[in-house]
């Protein structure tokens, strides 16, 4: 074994992986303790393990420490302001200088315009002009966006096996661009809420209470997290996973909103879409968000970190329940769909066919969270 230096690692035995059916934690596996330091070796000395360390690596510069989104508090803050001001500068411009130029040419456009100001009135509450529509869903394409970054950074940890000195930071990171997009959100509405009167039609009361659900996790879980446990696997897969599913499931609906579902074509395309989306939320935001959670709860239940335990239980049952009713939604839309024939219909029977679809295209890809946000839809006038 190599000299240890008790003045910033201690000995400890480590027991077996904590994670069920993966390897024991070597540096030649590719994970480390959870509880160690990021520069700390362990030597395998069957039966027992035995932490080893040589002298730790020289300290980094401040950019260095903020690169390597070093466990170290001023870093993490300051990580955590510098992605809410990014997305707080950048959605707005590059929605509204690049998104809507290039949505404005396009031959959809109107047809994009009005499904989404019916899918806005029905799931959200939030009921806009039509220029106001195009710009809300300019600003939503660069949010998704930002969560196909979010979930990008998190892929060479999970699915590569690349070097943790790297990938576990860049996970990190990933993990960082979710929270700081939602505390930028979080001040936006408040600033408009505050001292905006005329953007306060923005955000109604039950999409306040669909956000506070959806924000609790990243906004009271990634600074904890980076700071005590930032080379757990399944923390950067729960990362990767909820962006991810956010990301493709959201962009399959805008694509639907271009599409005319009059033509055969276009509905073969729907369907598909809408089946490929239910294959993404089923698997990342239902049977393996399950998993990954009790993980998670287990994980700490082992570890002793009481505090960490019971706000993992928390966020994960109020993601959990929002994420059951979008697999309850989107379930019962894609059947709907799949149903729906794309044959030609008799010329007496086309005006009504036509009308059922648009209806049915307007209901079945608005916001899943409408119905389940129905009974405080009272508050929306307030």
């Not at 520069?39 to 027992?48: K, Q």
């Not at 287990?298 to 019971?310: D, N, Q």
Request: hydrophobic fraction near 45%; charge should be neutral; aromatic fraction near 8%.
């Amino acid at each position: 074994p190599l000299p240890i230096d008790e003045s910033w690692v201690q000995s400890l035995e480590v027991g077996p992986s904590p994670w069920p059916g993966r390897a024991p934690q070597t540096r030649a596996s590719g994970y480390r303790s959870a509880i160690m330091p990021p520069h700390c070796e362990f030597a395998w000395r069957p039966p027992t393990f035995r932490v080893c360390s040589a002298v730790p690596p020289p300290p980094r510069d401040f950019v260095g420490s903020l690169l390597h989104c070093e466990p170290k508090i001023d870093t993490q803050l300051t990580l955590l302001a510098m992605q809410c001001l990014f997305w707080m500068i950048v959605i707005p411009v590059v929605g509204g200088s690049v998104i809507k130029p290039w949505l404005s040419r396009k031959a959809w456009r109107e047809n994009f315009i009005t499904r989404s100001q019916a899918s806005l009135s029905k799931g959200f509450f939030i009921d806009l002009d039509r220029a106001a529509t195009l710009e809300f869903m300019c600003g939503l394409l660069v949010i998704l966006a930002q969560h196909g970054v979010g979930a990008a950074l998190c892929v060479p940890a999970v699915l590569l096996g690349c070097d943790p000195t790297w990938s576990h930071p860049l996970a990190c990171h990933g993990a960082l661009c979710e929270a700081g997009y939602e505390l930028s959100d979080v001040l936006t509405r408040a600033y408009q809420l505050a001292a905006l009167p005329e953007k306060r039609s923005l955000s109604p009361p039950p999409l306040l209470v669909l956000l506070g659900v959806h924000h609790a996790m990243g906004l009271s879980m990634v600074v904890p997290m980076n700071l005590h446990y930032p080379s757990a696997p399944w923390y950067h897969e729960g990362a990767m996973l909820l962006q991810g599913a956010a990301a493709v499931a959201l962009l399959l609906q805008c694509y639907g909103f271009t599409l005319d579902i009059t033509r055969p074509s276009h509905l073969r395309q729907m369907q598909l879409s809408l089946a490929v989306g239910w294959v993404a939320l089923f698997y990342s935001r239902g049977l393996r968000y399950a998993q990954v959670a009790l993980e998670a709860v287990f994980f700490f239940e082992r570890e002793g970190a009481a505090g960490m335990r019971r706000g993992a239980l928390v966020a994960s049952a109020l993601m959990g329940a929002m994420n059951v009713l979008v697999l309850l939604e989107i379930t019962g839309k894609t059947l709907k769909f799949l149903r729906l024939s794309a044959k030609t219909p008799a010329p007496e029977d086309a005006p009504a066919h036509f009308e059922e679809l648009q209806d049915l295209a307007e209901d079945s890809l608005s916001a899943p969270a409408g119905p389940a946000l129905a009974p405080i839809r009272p508050l929306a006038a307030l």
